[in-house]
């Protein structure tokens, strides 16, 4: 019998992957020849490379002049046909980017045993989470991604929590990323009638935000699997920093096609999440999108969630309506909108629904 049959007979994988800390990355280094079954998708939640399509991208936007109109609705143009896009010129300082990425390395470089310490049973706080796959318990099917989790709360919690190997670059990345934030904000929300972002409306569009650190292992019978699964995001808006290996891909809106996301040295992909195509009562789209997994390559992508605080109640906003269109979506507490998402398995945009009037 094949060695690597005889192992996976004794050998435990979830217990190996999920409990002990070890995650996909630890079961890519065992060399398996095949994926455990554990990670094989059911057919349609595999990437069918026949509906990836290349005659379009995503669009390319330079911020460096946003006091041109034109760069305003071009980022308003392509939230609401694509719902993502990239920047370039973000002023975001390229060495932020590379010391962020490479911190990620040297998180998921540590043992087991240390990055275990920041799971779920054994974080000291609900706002660091180390863990592997999205969530393991509701998934019929495991995804092949192992992730680190921050919640921002302060300087002084973070020095307190946040692991020591990625967490100043971890909050540098947040920090030089708020002005670039502040102002995608304001030329989106000024399509929505809003004259001015005040302190409570800057609090309901970005009063809290998470980091991820997310590790994708090469991984044995890719396409049999998925990085990530389709999926949109519960946040305002999403600020994802992606290496040069790919894979992200984005559902063309109300089609059945794909769409690459070609990474681009030094750009940040943009996306819309639920949280603002609800305000904006629809009019900004938050698009299904999905990761592949590798078969050479070990991918990183660091995604920073611009969201709404747990206890804002969130809608279409006022001046939205007062222009006269009718609401579609209800008030609902941020907080009962995100606990939704993390109670079942990724479903494509199921999540929204639960916000339609
Ligand atoms: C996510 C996500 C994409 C990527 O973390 O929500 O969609 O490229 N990540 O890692
Ligand atoms: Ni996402």
Same mark, same amino acid.
């Given at each position: 019998?094949?060695?690597?049959?005889?192992?996976?007979?004794?050998?435990?994988?979830?217990?190996?992957?999920?409990? *002990?800390?070890?995650?996909?990355? &630890?079961?890519?280094?065992?060399?398996?020849?095949?994926?455990?079954?554990?990670?094989?998708?059911?057919?349609?939640? +595999?990437?069918?490379?026949?509906?990836?399509?290349?005659?379009?991208?995503?669009?390319? %936007?330079?911020?460096?002049?946003?006091?041109?109109?034109?760069?305003?609705?071009?980022?308003?143009?392509?939230?609401?046909?694509?719902?993502?896009?990239?920047?370039?010129?973000? &002023?975001?300082?390229?060495?932020?980017?590379?010391?962020?990425?490479?911190?990620?390395?040297?998180?998921?470089?540590?043992?087991?045993?240390?990055?275990?310490?920041?799971?779920?049973?054994?974080?000291?706080?609900?706002?660091?989470?180390?863990?592997?796959?999205?969530?393991?318990?509701?998934?019929?099917?495991?995804?092949?991604?192992?992730?680190?989790?921050?919640?921002?709360?302060?300087?002084?919690?973070?020095?307190?929590?946040?692991?020591?190997?990625?967490?100043?670059?971890?909050?540098?990345?947040?920090?030089?990323?708020?002005?670039?934030?502040?102002?995608?904000?304001?030329?989106?929300?000024?399509?929505?009638?809003?004259?001015?972002?005040?302190?409570?409306?800057?609090?309901?569009?970005?009063?809290?935000?998470?980091?991820?650190?997310?590790?994708?292992?090469?991984?044995?019978?890719?396409?049999?699997?998925?990085?990530?699964?389709?999926?949109?995001?519960?946040?305002?808006?999403?600020?994802?920093?992606?290496?040069?290996?790919?894979?992200?891909?984005?559902?063309?809106?109300?089609?059945?096609?794909?769409?690459?996301?070609?990474?681009?040295?030094?750009? %940040?992909?943009?996306?819309?999440?639920?949280?603002?195509? %609800?305000?904006?009562?629809?009019?900004?789209?938050?698009?299904?999108?999905?990761?592949?997994?590798?078969?050479?390559?070990? +991918?990183?992508?660091?995604?920073?969630?611009?969201?709404?605080?747990?206890?804002?109640?969130?809608?279409?906003?006022?001046?939205?309506?007062?222009?006269?269109?009718?609401?579609?979506?209800? *008030?609902?507490?941020?907080?009962?909108?995100?606990?939704?998402?993390?109670?079942?398995?990724?479903?494509?945009?199921?999540?929204?629904?639960?916000?339609?009037?």
């Amino acid at each position: 019998m094949a060695p690597a049959m005889a192992m996976a007979e004794t050998f435990d994988i979830i217990n190996y992957a999920v409990h *002990q800390g070890h995650g996909v990355k &630890g079961l890519s280094e065992l060399g398996l020849k095949s994926l455990p079954n554990q990670y094989v998708q059911p057919i349609d939640e +595999r990437i069918d490379m026949t509906t990836v399509i290349d005659e379009h991208s995503i669009p390319v %936007i330079d911020m460096s002049d946003l006091s041109d109109q034109k760069v305003a609705d071009s980022i308003c143009d392509a939230s609401e046909r694509w719902g993502f896009f990239q920047v370039v010129n973000h &002023g975001v300082p390229l060495k932020v980017l590379d010391e962020v990425k490479e911190s990620t390395y040297r998180f998921f470089s540590q043992s087991a045993e240390e990055k275990n310490k920041h799971s779920k049973d054994n974080s000291p706080t609900n706002n660091v989470r180390f863990g592997t796959s999205f969530t393991p318990h509701a998934e019929k099917a495991l995804e092949w991604k192992d992730f680190l989790s921050l919640f921002y709360v302060s300087q002084e919690e973070a020095d307190a929590y946040w692991p020591q190997a990625c967490k100043d670059d971890a909050l540098e990345f947040l920090k030089s990323s708020e002005i670039m934030i502040k102002k995608l904000l304001v030329a989106l929300t000024q399509r929505l009638n809003v004259k001015e972002i005040d302190e409570e409306k800057e609090n309901l569009l970005m009063g809290s935000k998470r980091i991820n650190m997310n590790y994708y292992p090469k991984c044995p019978n890719p396409e049999l699997t998925i990085g990530v699964g389709r999926h949109s995001d519960v946040s305002t808006l999403t600020i994802l920093l992606q290496d040069q290996v790919g894979g992200l891909y984005v559902r063309k809106l109300e089609t059945d096609s794909w769409i690459h996301v070609p990474p681009i040295e030094g750009a %940040i992909v943009i996306n819309i999440g639920d949280a603002l195509q %609800i305000m904006s009562n629809g009019r900004y789209k938050s698009v299904e999108h999905r990761v592949a997994a590798n078969g050479n390559h070990n +991918r990183i992508s660091v995604p920073i969630f611009v969201n709404p605080r747990p206890n804002d109640v969130i809608g279409p906003l006022r001046e939205v309506i007062e222009s006269g269109e009718t609401p579609i979506y209800k *008030q609902v507490l941020y907080s009962d909108y995100v606990k939704h998402f993390f109670r079942k398995a990724h479903d494509g945009k199921g999540t929204v629904d639960f916000a339609k009037i």
